[in-house]
């Protein structure tokens, strides 16, 4: 078995402390002759850690076929100290394979003590916002500006592995290492992505909300909400649906919604209890349509129990508990809430309903 490290060239601008604390910390990530458990083994694994301040990685690669044991033996000692460890789709792929490797050798990788962060999950749900095509790890590091020095992907590489294996050439060394690491040290620069679902989760101060209108000729509004985010947003996000526009860059965020004026509705639940009112076009309880001549009421069904207002309304979506939800349907997953009701109070709580329903991926 080869042994390489190394101090990492670079700093983890996201705070990792918020995770966990950072000598605690471990990251890593595994390379295999495949995909097959049973059949395929690792050849190769590589962590990223603090030793006080400084970041450190080290390598360990398999010289011989058997020497995957020597290499699972060794990680397995190295990971004891931690408590934190962070991964890209490791649930799927990394943390199952390592597993299933060592109760081959009857070696216990009891990751489920540890606190596992896979990088891949919060931000793969968020592709849409993002902007990008695939969940791919390499799409995520284009997206931030990160220029790999490895042109192979890790199935390019179990051949030059296994080339390596028979000439014992050194010279192969250096593009297995270096996809290793590459993938490593990038998953420290993608920590910062997760500073998206921290906004989209509630870490956000509000600093300013306010109604303008749309431009001097029009009696349009819209409301103006402008967020201070508690990490740093690496890149820039520009995202529309359903009248609201949100934009993010650093530890900015402006969330822009559409206003809208007019006639919206107001259900009651309990319809069985209502009569509808075809003249006035509303629907009133029971318990005072006893003063109402019987040939001027009916039977409200779920679609004609209801009462009509006038007003200014901001769209909100599921469950909302900031006030009455106005509707033009009683089906209808898009709700209304008077924009007379929003305060300094609940106006978190409103940006919470509008990022609930951003962080749903449209369908196509």
């Known amino acids: 078995m080869l042994v390489f490290r190394e101090k990492v060239d670079f700093k983890i601008e996201y705070p990792i402390e918020t995770l966990a604390s950072k000598n605690e910390v471990l990251f890593f990530d595994i390379?295999?002759?495949?995909?097959?458990?049973?059949?395929?083994?690792?050849?190769?694994?590589?962590?990223?850690?603090?030793?006080?301040?400084?970041?450190?990685?080290?390598?360990w690669l398999a010289e011989t076929k058997n020497d995957e044991a020597n290499v699972l033996m060794a990680f397995h000692k190295f990971m004891q100290p931690f408590r934190t460890i962070i991964h890209f789709n490791g649930n799927t792929f990394d943390i199952p394979f390592v597993k299933a490797r060592g109760e081959k050798i009857r070696l216990d990788f009891d990751f489920a003590s540890m606190n596992s962060l896979d990088i891949y999950k919060p931000v793969s749900k968020l592709q849409h916002l993002f902007g990008l095509e695939n969940t791919r790890?390499?799409?995520?590091?284009?997206?931030?500006?990160?220029?790999?020095?490895?042109?192979?992907?890790?199935?390019?590489?179990?051949?030059?592995?296994?080339?390596?294996?028979r000439t014992k050439d050194a010279k192969l060394l250096f593009?297995?290492?270096?996809?290793?690491?590459?993938?490593?040290?990038?998953?420290?620069?993608?920590?910062s992505l997760l500073s998206l679902p921290d906004l989209l989760t509630g870490k956000f101060q509000v600093e300013d909300f306010s109604l303008d209108q749309l431009s001097k000729d029009s009696l349009e509004q819209e409301l103006r909400?402008?967020?201070r985010t508690v990490s740093e947003i690496p890149t820039r996000i520009s995202y529309q649906?359903?009248?609201v526009y949100l934009i993010a860059s650093q530890h900015k965020a402006q969330i822009t919604v559409q206003v809208f004026t007019g006639e919206r509705k107001f259900f009651f639940e309990d319809y069985k209890n209502y009569y509808y009112l075809p003249l006035e076009d509303r629907a009133i309880h029971k318990s005072i349509a006893s003063f109402v001549d019987s040939k001027y009421r009916k039977q409200a069904t779920k679609a004609t129990c209801y009462e009509k207002k006038n007003s200014s309304f901001l769209p909100v979506w599921g469950d909302c508990s900031l006030g009455p939800v106005f509707r033009d349907n009683p089906s209808d997953a898009l709700g209304f809430l008077e924009y007379s009701l929003l305060s300094e109070e609940n106006i978190s709580d409103y940006v919470q309903n509008i990022f609930n329903h951003l962080t749903i991926k449209p369908k196509k």
Do not use: A
């Not at 190769?44 to 603090?50: A, S, T, V």
């Open 31 to 59: 390379e295999t002759t495949g995909f097959s458990r049973d059949k395929c083994f690792i050849y190769l694994i590589g962590c990223m850690y603090y030793i006080g301040d400084t970041l450190m990685y080290t390598q």
């Open 137 to 165: 790890q390499k799409s995520f590091e284009t997206l931030l500006g990160i220029n790999r020095k490895d042109p192979f992907t890790g199935g390019e590489l179990v051949e030059v592995y296994f080339e390596f294996l």
């Open 175 to 191: 593009p297995l290492l270096l996809h290793n690491k590459e993938d490593v040290w990038n998953m420290g620069k993608l920590l």
């Open 225 to 227: 909400i402008t967020l």
């Open 241 to 243: 649906l359903d009248g």
